[in-house]
């Protein structure tokens, strides 16, 4: 990843555009960071926006990403980067929402099965052999094992805060995995277990 950091006038300027498919746990833990007294001034022009769509559906994310970029192009107050934050669960036409975002420049942040297995990066390495089969399953793990009070809507991000760093190290050993070993053919979207939430996450400490 290419460095970031720039003098605080110019990153003052920045706009960030991240939108959500859920309504808390994503929120919840980006609004986290953003607020931390340590990036507050840094991450002021960042929006973090939930947008759920009656189909819930990472393709109408990406359509509502592509309307706001043209939007505030018009309006000559373009956005820097625009992500996209959703979980691949069973929805369909995920290959289309990753063609149609590329096209625009739009980013794509993707755990599979959902949200909570960057949350688990922090406490453990993940077996790449390990399937949960469905998010309630891994929340269950971490509960169990880890955060017993734990749940979707709940604020987590200074708890996890500390063990940021090591989030990232194991989601980039657990993407390397795919890049150079024997499931190098799996296409991104059917990579799992599997989260680049630290690809956003690192962005946003870089700033």
Partial sequence: ?????????????????????GAKTEPNYFNGLKHDAAKRRTLSAVDIEVYQPKSHSPLGLVREAIFKKKKALTKGNP?????????????KHIEEVIILAGKNDIKVIISNICFELWFLLHYE??????????CG???????????????????????????????????????????????????????????????????????
């Avoid at 390495?125 to 469905?134: A, E, G, S, T």
């Fill in 125 to 134: 390495m993940v077996d790449v052999n390990k399937r949960y089969l469905k």
């Fill in 1 to 21: 990843m290419r460095n970031r950091r720039r003098d605080k006038n110019n990153s003052l300027r920045q706009r960030v555009l991240i939108l959500c498919e």
């Fill in 137 to 207: 399953n891994l929340i269950k793990y971490i509960q169990q094992n880890y955060v017993s009070r734990y749940h979707k809507n709940a604020k987590n991000y200074h708890e996890l805060k500390p063990l940021t760093d090591l989030a990232i190290e194991r989601a980039k050993k657990l993407e390397e995995h795919f890049i150079s070993g024997v499931k190098s053919n799996t296409k991104f979207h059917e990579r799992e277990p599997y989260t680049n939430v630290y690809v956003l996450v690192e962005y946003l400490l870089d700033l």
């Fill in 79 to 91: 956005y820097e980067t625009i992500w996209l934050v959703f979980d691949r669960d069973y929805h």
